[in-house]
């Protein structure tokens, strides 16, 4: 059974950093595009960012652009997004997301249909 687990959000000022983790297991995380969305309250589920583990590319919603960074590590089978330069629109539930590049994507980023795992989700909060 595939497992993905967020951790590192929390209570920050306006201006700091976060760093959010996702340990997973359960499937070849090789093979797999991670991401990571948000969802702030009384609003839709969003995109923030993406990594490929076969290749490490990578995108961002402009939004993050220049402030967040998305890094994977493959022998721990984890995901990382580094967030700098925190503002209060940034406040959300972040969740991470495992695509299967291995059985193809039709775009990329991915389709949300074609993201098959998820996590629980991490609570940011930024003061302003």
């Known amino acids: 059974e595939a497992q993905l687990v967020e951790s590192g959000g929390g209570l920050v000022q306006a201006g700091g950093s976060l760093r959010l983790s996702c340990a997973t297991s359960?499937?070849?995380?090789?093979?797999?595009?991670m991401a990571w969305f948000r969802q702030a309250p009384g609003k839709e589920r969003e995109f923030v960012s993406i990594?490929?583990?076969?290749?490490?590319?990578?995108i961002y919603a402009e939004s993050v652009q220049g402030r967040f960074t998305i890094s994977s590590d493959n022998a721990k089978a984890t995901v990382y997004l580094q967030m700098n330069a925190l503002k209060h629109e940034d406040t959300a539930v972040y969740y991470c997301?495992?695509?299967?590049?291995?059985?193809?994507?039709?775009?990329?980023?991915?389709?949300?249909?074609?993201?098959?795992?998820w996590g629980q989700g991490t609570q940011v909060t930024v003061s302003s």
């Open positions: 359960g499937f070849i995380f090789g093979d797999y595009a």
């Open positions: 997301a495992g695509a299967s590049i291995a059985s193809g994507l039709t775009s990329w980023p991915p389709r949300h249909y074609e993201y098959r795992y």
């Open positions: 990594i490929a583990n076969t290749d490490a590319r990578a």
